[in-house]
């Protein structure tokens, strides 16, 4: 069976019995809270029961009032105001919101996202130029702008202001725009730093609602679904506000009257279901993704602002078919990589740089994710473009390597690159691939320990057979929803028997019943494990890494494992 390395994650046994104790709550329960930086009763009653009651003050975020001052002049006056995005699932979201919340206003409002291989990320000088040429007075930029410092400085020269709202990590200096609404700023004293950009933009159009004297309950309602969407598409962590955002913007989308989202939910097979931030991130994200990746990102904004239900039926299919067309591109290159990977001597490779020409770079970042997944360690993929002898690609990267620090070491070698710990984009001379391979791994060499390169699942609790339950399914439900710092749960137990097990589906998962000491059988579903049913003999002993949740089926509710990896048990 898979050799993987199962460990338990640390905590402080003492402070999580402390909290489970004061929240009357089970031990589990807790532990489950202490892993997640929550520590006291208040902290836990906040986590267990997100309201929009505790959304912050707009008005909290910097810069916020001379943004919106700035804005409700350019309401008052009918000044031509550009809502400039992104063309990921949070930049397309939070343009959306802006520009329906605009137009709800009566404002004179256009748009633009950029065309990811020509524009390429962030706003660009030349779209400054194009917004002069329409009489745009007023930018306004949504999850992106915040390192913009050439493109505003255009702005200035040409009379247009610029309004940024962003999340991404500010530089040494902000921009020299009207206003710079971001929480991760130096001099932010906002409460909760983890908004998505779609968050930012959310809480500016909230504060000029409030600013103009109507209904901020209504403002909220109206646009919790977008701000839903956007904030699970960009994985930011599920805490705080963006919990609050997303518990009650799963309510909200099966019930929003914007025609595009309600397309998108028919043509995905979700719509009449009870949603989950699993179906944003894994249903309708990728296919928001999916239109940028491939094309032009505008058609799936579009969509979200059309009120024509055959544009947005249109609008849709176009999106299913760029969908699978990203995921053929995606297959290919992922053969391409893996057969690269192939030649690498992997005992003396701690990063694994792969390249070809003409590689897809809206889709390379995912390859990278699910090569770096494979083989436990950083991936690189960049695409090569022979005629201009440069490179560009995403790289994702292991906890223990931090790739924005391996980038920087590698500065020497590199164009323009940026990013994070985990993921980070760049660009490269052809010329300096093979230099550039050979010192990120001589650096890696020194940063990753050999066993962090073993397979590993981190599972937060042992439990005993005798305590999965239902009162425990029901317990661990108010954890939803989950997502980024906020992960479902994951348990291991010992010494089950093994009373059935089949294929089932295509043959590629593995459904069992399974049984432990003094505890009632239950069912374990394993996706992609169906491999391992021929290695399970009946009456035989197995340790399980899973998930637990409520099955529902034909109206009945049953509690389920979900089973993640399984190893011979002893018995």
């Known amino acids: 069976m898979e050799d993987i390395v199962w ?85 397309v979201t939070s343009t959306a919101l802006l520009v329906r919340a605009l137009r709800a206003l009566k404002a004179n409002v256009q748009y633009r996202v950029p065309h990811r291989r020509r524009d390429g990320y962030d706003i660009k000088p030349h779209a400054i130029d194009e917004c002069a040429q329409d009489g745009v007075g007023l930018v306004v930029t949504c999850d992106c702008g915040i390192n913009a410092h050439e493109t505003v400085n255009r702005a200035s020269e040409l009379g247009i202001d610029v309004i940024i709202t962003d999340h991404h990590e500010p530089g040494y200096e902000l921009p020299g725009a009207v206003a710079v609404i971001n929480p991760k700023r130096s001099d932010s004293t906002y409460p909760f730093t983890g908004l998505a950009g779609v968050g930012v933009a959310f809480k500016f159009a909230q504060g000029l609602v409030k600013k103009l004297g109507l209904s901020e309950e209504a403002f909220v309602s109206r646009f919790v679904d977008l701000a839903a969407l956007g904030t699970v598409g960009d994985v930011v962590p599920l805490l705080g506000e963006n919990r609050d955002i997303v518990k009650y913007g799963l309510e909200a989308i099966p019930l929003s009257k914007k025609i595009g989202l309600r397309t998108m939910l028919k043509s995905t097979g979700v719509d009449g279901k009870t949603l989950s931030a699993y179906h944003l991130a894994f249903v309708l994200g990728p296919r928001i993704n999916a239109v940028g990746r491939m094309d032009d990102a505008r058609a799936a904004l579009d969509l979200f602002l059309t009120k024509d239900e055959e544009e947005a039926k249109s609008l849709t299919l176009d999106m299913e078919r760029h969908n699978t067309e990203r995921k053929a591109e995606q297959e290919r290159i992922l053969a391409q990589a893996m057969e690269q990977v192939s030649s690498k001597d992997l005992s003396s490779t701690r990063v694994l740089v792969l390249h070809h020409d003409g590689w897809n770079s809206g889709v390379v970042g995912i390859v990278a994710g699910r090569i770096c997944e494979t083989f436990t360690r950083p991936a690189i993929l960049i695409s090569r473009d022979e005629e201009s ?59 990753i320990p050999e066993e962090e390169l073993a397979p590993r699942i981190e599972v937060e609790a042992e439990l005993q057979p005798t305590d999965i339950n239902r009162k425990l399914a029901d317990t661990l439900a108010c954890m939803e929803p989950f997502g980024e710092g906020n992960p479902e749960p994951m348990f291991m137990s010992r010494g089950f028997t093994v009373l059935s097990r089949q294929r089932v589906g295509d043959g590629s998962h593995l459904k069992m019943r399974v049984q432990g000491e003094n505890a009632p059988p239950i069912d374990c579903i394993a996706f992609k494990l169906g491999h391992l049913a021929d290695q399970l003999q009946l009456g035989s002993s197995v340790d399980l890494c899973y998930n637990i949740r409520l099955n529902k089926f034909n109206g009945s509710e049953t509690v389920q494992l979900v089973g993640a990896a399984i190893r011979p048990g002893n018995r």
């Open 389 to 447: 002898g440069q490179g560009g690609g995403s790289a994702r990267s292991i906890c223990s390597f931090n790739m924005l620090e391996g980038l920087r070491h590698c500065a020497d070698l590199l164009g323009r690159f940026g990013g994070h710990a985990l993921a980070a984009g760049l660009h490269i001379p052809l010329a300096n691939l093979d230099a550039f391979e050979e010192k990120i791994n001589a650096y890696a060499m020194d940063v």
């Open 7 to 91: 460990t338990v994650v640390e905590c402080d046994d003492e402070a999580a019995e402390r909290l489970a104790n004061e929240i009357g709550m089970p031990g589990i329960i807790g532990r489950l809270l202490v892993n997640r930086g929550i520590t006291t009763a208040a902290e836990a009653a906040r986590f267990l029961n997100p309201s929009l009651s505790h959304l912050h003050d707009p008005y909290l975020l910097p810069d916020l009032d001379a943004g919106v001052d700035r804005l409700a002049a350019a309401l008052k006056t009918g000044e031509r105001i550009c809502v400039h995005g992104d063309y990921d699932v949070d930049g």
